[in-house]
């Protein structure tokens, strides 16, 4: 690949950065042919399922679980977008014998450097628990699953939230 | 085969098809940049979690296709999903991992056997790995997307939601870090600008 890479704010000339773009060349993780199909694959999977206009399907934080089997709860959660880097507002629904829990976003999404912990414009989870309830759970916003005493880990966390996936009302 | 991009009038029917539904429409949105997606995928989050990192760029994609904006471009507006997925991978990885290497043990079959080419590329992997986490977020993910994904600076600065002068300034000088790290491990790089 050959690209115009430089940059030069003296003559706004632009160099191709051969050696350094051969470096990059040398050492890219290239998908081969079997990695290209499972992604295509995947594609053609996920848009064979019906097209929600107007819904996405994103994580759910979970936070702080509180008892309420039977009941529906609403949670707001706070997301970017890919155009810009500030937070949207999103309403999602639970399936009613989910826990319920309560999150209140408001505070959050008035400061969403709280919840953009490395600046990249996304949304990160740890700093997203520690701003909306670091009681609810251990020092720092740690979390802990559902009826365990132990700390737990980023896949638990992310386990937990893929078994609640939901669906995203407006937006 | 045209390239999303090449033609914007050919982008825009298929990206009006695709947010009906049309999901053969965004198949072949998606198809000629596979290749550069995985790469930068894998260049963010390591080559364990470039295939998901990928996948769940298409995924989201296709979910918010609605909310693409007319002036964004296709590609921008799913790199930007792979640079923010592949970042949070990235993350859990280090987590468990415990800051291990991402670029250990990352043997490419399509890369040279002999042992001492070998290793050469895994040591510049390595420091091309070390380098790009010195860099600000930002930088990194321009420096990648350029050398990467062979995304132009409009692509980019849709992707990161900057402007294209930032995104001028923040590929120079991620790439001049980026050469300097290099080059104190070791490695020769040309001189930039100059004959190399």
């Known amino acids: 690949m050959n690209h115009p890479t430089d940059y030069d704010p003296k003559t706004d000339a632009k160099a191709p950065h051969t050696t350094l773009q051969a470096a990059f060349d040398a050492t890219a993780q290239d998908a081969d042919q079997a990695a290209l199909d499972r992604l295509l694959r995947h594609t053609r999977k996920t848009v064979a399922e019906p097209a929600k206009k107007g819904l996405g399907l994103h994580w759910g934080w979970i936070v702080g679980p509180m008892a309420a089997a039977g009941a529906a709860a609403a949670l707001t959660l706070a997301t970017p977008t890919t155009e810009t880097t500030d937070a949207g507002a999103l309403a999602v629904a639970v399936e009613p014998d989910a826990l319920a829990v309560e999150v209140a976003l408001a505070e959050v999404l008035a400061d969403e450097s709280d919840v953009d912990a490395d600046s990249n414009g996304g949304v990160d989870g740890d700093a997203m628990v520690a701003a909306l309830d670091p009681s609810a759970n251990g020092e720092n916003g740690e979390w802990f699953p559902p009826g365990d005493d132990e700390l737990g880990d980023d896949e638990e966390l992310e386990a937990w939230i893929a078994a609640y996936e939901v669906v995203l009302a407006g937006g | 085969m045209t390239h999303p991009g090449d033609s914007p009038a050919h982008d825009a029917h298929l990206i009006a098809r695709a947010k009906a539904g049309d999901g053969e429409a965004f198949t072949a949105l998606v198809r000629p940049l596979l290749p550069a997606l ?36 296709f590609a921008a507006f799913l790199f930007g999903f792979a640079i923010k997925r592949a970042a949070t991978l990235a ?22 056997d002999r042992p001492d080419e070998v290793m050469q590329a895994r040591r510049l992997q390595a420091a091309i790995a070390e ?21 132009g600076d409009r692509d980019i600065a849709a992707a990161l939601g900057s402007t294209e002068g930032s995104v001028r300034v923040l590929v120079h000088h991620g790439l001049a870090t980026l050469e300097e790290h290099l080059k104190s491990l070791g490695f020769e790089l040309a001189t930039r600008g100059g004959t190399p």
Do not use: C, F
Request: hydrophobic share 35%; aromatic share 2%.
């Open chain 2, 38 to 73: 995985y790469r930068v995928a894998g260049r963010l989050a390591g080559r364990a979690a470039a295939e998901d990192a990928a996948q769940e760029a298409l995924t989201l994609a296709w979910q918010r296709i609605h909310k693409l904006r007319p002036e964004t471009p």
């Open chain 2, 91 to 112: 993350r859990g990885e280090r987590r468990r991992k415990g800051h291990e290497d991402r670029s250990a043990n990352q043997a490419d079959p399509n890369r040279p």
């Open chain 2, 131 to 151: 380098g790009l986490a010195k860099l600000p977020t930002k930088r990194r993910d321009a420096v990648v997307m350029r050398l990467d994904g062979g995304l």
